[in-house]
């Protein structure tokens, strides 16, 4: 075989030693400027989150369900950026049928029907009674026809049992912390091929990410996030909009 002048050459190991040597430390070097991007993009971040959280202005039938919400005190609305998001993945699928665990006022529900085709509809599930007064009303204020939306006021742990398996293109979770989990397993049961399971909440107050927060709402989402990022079934995606909203597309 015939051999190049290099590798003939008598200090062919030490070149290429000293070679990979200089590559590590470009390397290295290549590395650190991207270290401080990321720092910068941190030292940025409030402004950017709420430059992102307002960049999707909240229509005004929106903004007064917030606002009906906010006086019933009990009813916390989704934030505006995520709003915007679950607007954007209902028109991603083209959900016609979507599952709403936690009505609330009506505030993340108008989100998802301005994303849905016209003749979708929604299934919203809420313990309250006055949840769901409120959410009718906001409903009727926004022009939303009767027949698009199916309210039902109960348990959500009663109620998803009794729906049927793979019928849903889209499932909101959105309720009671503690009842997280066993909405979460229902709600993968509910969703078919390809169907879009959306948890809002899932930084709580920024205490997900904080190792030292422990109690018992906060482990419960950490775990519950984690769960799903690892379930074979889902694609998982945690988005830092709003209060966190985690985003798993069923396989």
């Given at each position: 075989?015939?051999?190049?002048?290099?590798?003939?050459?008598?200090?062919?190991?030490?070149?290429?030693?000293?070679?990979?040597?200089?590559?590590?430390?470009?390397?290295?070097?290549?590395?650190?400027?991207?270290?401080?991007?990321?720092?910068?993009?941190?030292?940025?971040r409030p402004a950017?989150?709420?430059?992102?959280?307002?960049?999707?202005?909240?229509?005004?039938?929106?903004?007064?369900?917030?606002?009906?919400?906010?006086?019933?005190?009990?009813?916390?609305?989704?934030?505006?950026?995520?709003?915007?998001?679950?607007?954007?993945?209902?028109?991603?699928?083209?959900?016609?049928?979507?599952?709403?665990?936690?009505?609330?006022?009506?505030?993340?529900?108008?989100?998802?029907?301005d994303g849905m085709?016209?003749?979708?509809?929604?299934?919203?599930?809420?313990?309250?009674?006055?949840?769901?007064?409120?959410?009718?009303?906001?409903?009727?204020?926004?022009?939303?026809?009767?027949?698009r939306t199916r309210?039902?006021?109960?348990?959500?742990?009663?109620?998803?049992?009794?729906?049927?398996?793979?019928?849903?293109?889209?499932?909101?979770?959105?309720?009671?912390?503690?009842?997280?989990?066993?909405?979460?397993?229902?709600?993968?049961?509910?969703?078919?091929?390809?169907?879009?399971?959306?948890?809002?909440?899932?930084?709580?107050?920024?205490?997900?990410?904080?190792?030292?927060?422990?109690?018992?709402?906060?482990?419960?989402?950490?775990?519950?996030?984690?769960?799903?990022?690892?379930?074979?079934?889902?694609?998982?995606?945690?988005?830092?909009?709003?209060?966190?909203?985690?985003?798993?597309?069923?396989?």
């Open positions: 075989m015939l051999m190049s002048p290099v590798d003939t050459f008598p200090g062919l190991e030490l070149f290429r030693s000293n070679l990979y040597e200089c590559w590590e430390r470009g390397a290295v070097a290549t590395r650190a400027p991207w270290r401080r991007r990321v720092a910068a993009m941190s030292a940025l950017s989150w709420r430059y992102a959280e307002e960049f999707v202005p909240e229509p005004e039938a929106v903004d007064a369900a917030r606002r009906r919400g906010v006086e019933l005190g009990s009813a916390t609305p989704v934030g505006t950026g995520a709003g915007a998001l679950l607007r954007t993945l209902a028109a991603a699928v083209a959900a016609r049928h979507v599952v709403e665990v936690g009505t609330g006022a009506g505030t993340s529900g108008l989100w998802l029907l085709p016209e003749d979708g509809v929604l299934t919203t599930i809420d313990v309250s009674a006055e949840h769901q007064r409120a959410a009718r009303a906001s409903y009727t204020a926004a022009g939303i026809a009767p027949q309210v039902i006021t109960g348990a959500a742990a009663d109620v998803l049992p009794r729906m049927t398996d793979g019928a849903y293109d889209l499932v909101l979770v959105d309720a009671d912390k503690d009842g997280y989990p066993g909405y979460v397993e229902h709600a993968i049961r509910l969703l078919r091929a390809g169907g879009v399971l959306v948890v809002d909440n899932m930084l709580w107050h920024d205490q997900v990410a904080d190792p030292a927060a422990r109690d018992a709402t906060t482990s419960t989402l950490r775990d519950l996030g984690k769960w799903l990022r690892d379930h074979e079934d889902l694609v998982t995606t945690l988005v830092p909009v709003s209060d966190g909203v985690l985003v798993a597309v069923r396989r």
